[in-house]
């Protein structure tokens, strides 16, 4: 180089993290869930920010406060990239109607059937059973997964992969919006955009 100059290299550029919002109908399962998958996945393409809603359960309500968080948090330039609901099934009567509006605000809704919990077992184990809500509580905590509605310390977030595994084999058309076969549970989608994908 002319006058005996170097050039210094130049750093690649950081892309930002994508921020995913993430808005729950449980209050505490669901966003201890999240949280603990983020600090294990650590993954330096999306970042999930949790919001757990009080709005009873009651899927429509859900879809309706992250419209109302997604389009807040863009006024602040504080956007998101991509925003998701996770609900149960239940007896939701509103439902169709949750999926309709999220579809129209180009939200990802995430239904679990029965519900949450029949994610949360296939971290322990791979077993297809239909199960009440009642054996299904019974069972996670059995297997040491949660103790009342708090997640174990000790939860096996590593299995993470095979539960997204056994999710798929039982429902391989899911897609956000969709109400799968009981057991089922759209979660790994949210685990592939928390991922970068």
């Known amino acids: 180089m002319a006058g005996g100059q170097r050039r210094r290299p130049t750093r690649p550029h950081r892309q930002p993290a994508r921020r995913i919002l993430v808005v729950t109908e449980g209050t505490r399962t669901e966003p201890q869930y999240v949280e603990g998958l ?3 996945l650590r993954s330096r393409g999306a970042t999930a920010i949790v919001k757990p809603v009080s709005v009873g359960k009651d899927p429509l309500k859900v879809v309706q406060k992250c419209v109302e968080k997604r389009d807040e948090a863009a006024q602040n330039d504080k956007g998101y ?3 998701v609901c996770l609900v149960d099934v ?6 169709p109607a949750a999926v309709q509006l999220a ?3 180009g939200i990802r809704l995430l239904i679990s059937n029965l519900k949450f919990e029949a994610w ?3 971290h322990a184990e791979d077993k297809r059973s239909v199960l009440t809500s009642t054996q299904l509580d019974d069972l996670v905590a059995k297997l ?5 509605k708090i997640l174990s310390q000790s939860f096996p977030f590593h299995h993470v992969h095979s539960a997204s595994v056994t999710a ?5 058309e899911m897609r956000p919006g ?6 089922s549970s759209a979660m790994p989608i949210l685990v592939e955009l928390m991922q970068g994908a």
């Open 38 to 40: 983020n600090r294990y």
């Open 81 to 83: 990239d991509e925003s």
């Open 90 to 95: 239940d007896e939701h009567q509103t439902l």
């Open 103 to 105: 579809e129209r605000e």
């Open 120 to 122: 949360l077992r296939w």
């Open 144 to 148: 040491g997964l949660v103790k009342g």
């Open 168 to 172: 798929r084999a039982i429902d391989p």
């Open 178 to 183: 969709r109400k799968g076969p009981n057991p």
